[in-house]
């Protein structure tokens, strides 16, 4: 089953006479783990806008071609009604954080719902637990580390128990370890509760482990869709796509003549292929 189906969608910002999003074709299935990647303006920002109304509800434009959320169609549907089915992580977790107490950041988007008191109640503990901030509860979200803020930011999210979770370059403002944690958290919740999870990502090292699709943009269109193994190759190479370093120094391999037959993208498939080559 379909989880975003989006045919012929393109979408131009009110005062550009450019196209951002230029007839994007895809679907992506329930349960899937995609990355959305590609090099600065190419659109994966303005695609992810459309899946939760913030396109064309906040970003005026104008907006052609057909979208499915959730079994949904987006045309005329407020930014209201697809947050019951698409939860919104954006980059920059501050900018969903303002209340005096993680708790109470959790449980604003169910109280904007008028999700009854009891109910509300165990989803924000359900959600605390989820992304493992229950410690933190009480906690003013200034006093949080950027790995906490990010976690208080997705559970806020999780809450409201969305089928989809978009998460707009959640490891940006965080450091390698803490962008680890974070990703953990994500593949932890797509495994575990089959949230379908799209990843805007330009840290391809930390989040292609847990992938099974990448989907890289370039000029407002799709160019390369499919398993990271297949994805990162020379043509995502030459678009500006920041390959895992392993896949990097494989292709180099292959390059110089050694007998690499497949594509690692983690360290564990790598030490497994140069084992392979080496005892051939």
Known sequence: MLAISARDLSFTYAGSNTLSMANVTLSIEKGEFVILTGPSGCGKTTFCRCLNGLIPNFYSGEVHGDLIVDDVNVNGKSTAELSKHVGFVFQNPENQLFSLSVERDVAFGLENLA??????????????????????????????????????????????RPSIIVLDEPTSFLDPRSAEEIVGVIATLNREL???????????????????????????????????????NDQARLIGIGLPKVTTLFHLLKRDGFPITSNPITVEQASAELRRAIHL
């Not at 989803?123 to 933190?136: D, F, H, P, Q, Y």
């Not at 950027?146 to 208080?152: F, I, P, T």
């Not at 330009?202 to 992938?211: E, F, G, P, T």
């Open 115 to 160: 999700v009854p008191r009891e109910e509300a109640l165990a989803r924000v503990k359900w959600a605390m637990k989820s992304t493992g901030i229950e410690n933190l509860r009480e906690k003013a979200p200034y006093e949080l580390s950027g790995g906490q803020q990010q976690r208080a930011a997705i559970a806020g999210v999780l809450a409201m």
């Open 194 to 232: 089959r949230i379908t999870t799209l990843l805007v990502e330009h840290r391809l090292d930390i989040v292609s482990r847990y992938a099974n699709r990448v989907i890289v943009m370039d000029k407002g269109r799709v160019v390369l869709d499919g398993p990271p193994s297949v994805v990162y």
